[in-house]
């Protein structure tokens, strides 16, 4: 149980195009998802805390109008990396948790992207 | 802020040989997570621990939440050459929000 998928696995775009991240809870419903981004032999960065049906909470230091997540469904989040430049190529991953506070996060598989 | 510091940073083994990390915070914490994550991969579960004291096993790994609430410790014995990767504790903030921080991180390396 505790299933949560992120599409794609990886993605190659140019500078100044868009690119969409999909995360997804399986079995379960999540009404918070929190999105990571993670540098090569570094450690994991919160960059936003993902509400389903308000406004996301970002983390000091991370654009919001670079990085819009739409939390549209209980078991559906999005991260858009919106006008990409070769500084946001990163490893981002999402995660969610289907418990109350304190209950443990459940990792997708993550998201390679890498800007031309 | 809350910071979670993980040492050592890195390790190399042989195989067969015990291992031991552990994870400090200048802060208490109320629950203890450890996440194993292999390369190009998200971070997984392992262990979780919810009480002072607590003493948790899954298989080869060990988890200990420390007496004072500010550190925790992961034990692997008998190392195998899966077990390489990177090995992060985390915990919940205490700021009233809801999320998580991760720790440095140990990276863990098997020889055989």
């Known amino acids: 149980g505790a299933v949560v998928s992120q599409h794609p696995s990886w993605v190659i775009c140019k500078s100044g195009t868009s690119v969409k991240i999909e995360c997804r809870s399986l079995?379960?419903?999540?009404?918070?998802m929190f999105w990571y981004r993670q540098f090569p032999k570094q450690s994991l960065m919160l960059m936003a805390t993902?509400?389903?049906?308000?406004?996301?909470?970002?983390e000091q230091g991370v654009e919001k109008d670079k990085f819009l997540i739409n939390h549209a469904s209980l078991t559906l989040s999005t991260l858009t990396v919106t006008s990409a430049h070769p500084e946001d190529s990163s490893f981002y991953i999402c995660?969610?948790?289907?418990?109350?506070?304190?209950?443990?996060?459940?990792f997708g598989n993550g998201t390679r992207l890498t800007v031309t | 802020g809350q910071q979670l510091n993980q040492s050592p940073q890195s390790m190399f083994i042989q195989e067969g040989e015990d291992v031991s990390m552990n994870c400090t915070s200048s802060?208490?914490?109320?629950?203890w997570l450890w996440y194993k994550q292999d390369p190009g991969e998200g971070p997984v579960l392992l262990i979780a621990?919810?009480?002072?004291?607590e003493l948790t096993s899954n298989g080869r790994l060990t988890a200990q939440f420390g007496i004072t609430r500010k550190d925790s410790f992961l034990n692997i014995s008998a190392s195998i050459p899966s077990d390489v990767g990177i090995y992060f504790c985390?915990?919940?903030?205490?700021?009233?929000?809801?999320?998580?921080?991760f720790g440095t991180g140990t990276r863990l390396k098997v020889l055989a």
């Open positions: 802060s208490i914490f109320n629950t």
């Open positions: 995660s969610a948790s289907p418990g109350q506070f304190n209950s443990p996060l459940h």
């Open positions: 993902s509400n389903e049906g308000s406004k996301a909470t970002y």
């Open positions: 621990l919810y009480k002072a004291g």
């Open positions: 985390a915990g919940p903030t205490t700021s009233g929000t809801y999320k998580y921080i």
């Open positions: 079995d379960f419903q999540a009404t918070t």
